[in-house]
């Protein structure tokens, strides 16, 4: 089993929204960077956000101002809120944190 678990995916009309969800098996507050990645058919795994362990984000420009990266630490969890969603946000998004590595990811899929 994964360390990380990843939930919250699932088929929007464009300009809907979502939340995603991370779920670690063991404590994440040791971990500096916390992040989310995506995969769309056929293309590389791309970076969409970063959260360090004091709060500090970073952003992927394509998403800044539209999806908002969070962490709760005393719940082991990390989220990604997705708002203004277009088609091209449609992928596989996968979460992420130092040893311990990554999830089986969430399908989103927005239709148009």
């Known amino acids: 089993q994964g360390q990380l678990v990843e939930s919250g995916g699932g088929l929007v009309e464009a300009g809907g929204s979502l939340r995603l969800s991370c779920t670690a098996s063991?404590?994440?507050?040791?971990?500096?960077?916390m992040s989310w990645h995506r995969q769309a058919p056929g293309k590389q795994r791309e970076f969409v956000a970063l959260?360090?362990?004091?709060?500090?984000?970073n952003y992927v420009g394509s998403v800044k101002g539209r999806f908002t990266i969070s962490r709760d630490n005393p719940k082991n969890t990390v989220y990604l809120q997705m708002n203004s969603l277009t088609p091209e946000d449609t992928a596989v998004y996968y979460c992420?944190?130092?040893?311990?590595?990554w999830g089986q990811g969430t399908q989103v899929t927005v239709s148009s």
């Open positions: 992420s944190g130092g040893q311990l590595g």
């Open positions: 063991r404590s994440i507050a040791s971990i500096n960077i």
């Open positions: 959260i360090t362990s004091i709060g500090v984000t």
